[in-house]
């Protein structure tokens, strides 16, 4: 990736556990990876501090996740 972003994993009960920031890779051959501590479901990635920005933080509820069991 090219520019800063952040990634917010999100649990498949809609709830984010976890916000990590990612730097620019694109000076390295193979940019480090980031890993969340546990199996999560969806992983969103923002423009750096759009979380920050909009209030968003570990913990809260993201509306309109799709279940994917009840398919």
């Known amino acids: 990736c090219y520019i800063s972003l952040d990634l917010a994993f999100i649990r498949e009960d809609g709830v984010i556990a976890e916000i ?3 730097e620019p ?3 390295e051959e193979r940019p480090p990876s980031t890993r969340s501590i546990d199996d999560y479901r ?3 990635e923002m423009p750096e501090s759009w979380f920050k920005n909009n ?3 570990v913990g809260d509820y993201v509306d309109g996740i799709i279940q994917l069991n009840d398919r």
Do not use: R
Request: net charge neutral; charged share 0%.
């Open 20 to 22: 990590y920031h990612l």
């Open 25 to 27: 890779g694109y000076l």
């Open 42 to 44: 969806f992983a969103l």
């Open 55 to 57: 209030g968003v933080q």
